[in-house]
């Protein structure tokens, strides 16, 4: 129950410090109280938009070039969803937190599962753009959508520590996020 006692101000300031990538503050942001509302609800909207958004891009891109097929939903797209996004927001951070314990930090274990869970807003709205049935924009939007997350992601991390151990997780933890932005591109949006 302690980690959802947030307010709207709250909730909605932590989601549009996600959208600004380069402050690496977040985490003293949340010191006093993090949430998991990022982790359960964000990413909860995202696989519901991924779904539903994945099959409309899907529907307007066949209509565009065979107008007399039929179509019908793909329910399969839930189900991809509901194991990627829900296992990348709970196992990702869970190994970073315990990579970060190996190299001697003392993170918080719900600190990072809010950081990821929050870092994946950006991409509910960019969703709503990879309807458009123009690939080059749709990689465009991705790909900005990714780096600003994984950007997020990374110089929060960097707030953790020093040394090249650290170096090399916060660059893995960036590709993790342009990997999984790249993944929603051609799973949902193909």
């Known amino acids: 129950m302690q980690y959802f006692n947030v307010d709207t101000d709250i909730v909605v300031n932590r989601l549009m410090s996600s959208f600004y990538p380069i402050g690496g503050d977040f985490f003293s942001k949340i010191d006093a109280n993090p949430d998991l509302y990022g ?8 696989i519901f938009v991924l779904a ?16 007399k097929s039929s179509w019908s939903f793909d329910v399969g ?14 196992v990702v951070p869970l190994a970073f937190y315990f990579l970060f314990r190996y190299l001697e930090s003392n993170p918080k274990l719900i600190q990072f599962w809010c950081m990821w869970g929050y870092s994946l807003f950006i991409f509910v709205p960019s969703s709503f753009l990879l309807v458009v049935p123009v690939e080059a924009f749709r990689w465009i939007i991705i790909l900005v959508a990714g780096v600003d997350s994984g950007m997020f992601v990374a110089s929060n991390l960097k707030t953790l520590g020093e040394g090249n151990d650290l170096a090399i997780m916060v660059v893995a933890a960036f590709f993790l996020q342009l990997a999984l932005a790249i993944f929603f591109k051609v799973w949902f949006f193909q």
């Open 77 to 90: 797209y839930v189900n991809v969803a509901v194991f990627s996004v829900y296992g990348y927001a709970i």
């Open 52 to 67: 539903s958004l994945g099959n409309l891009a899907t529907y307007l891109i066949q209509k565009r070039t065979d107008h």
């Open 39 to 46: 982790l359960v609800w964000v990413v909860t909207t995202l």
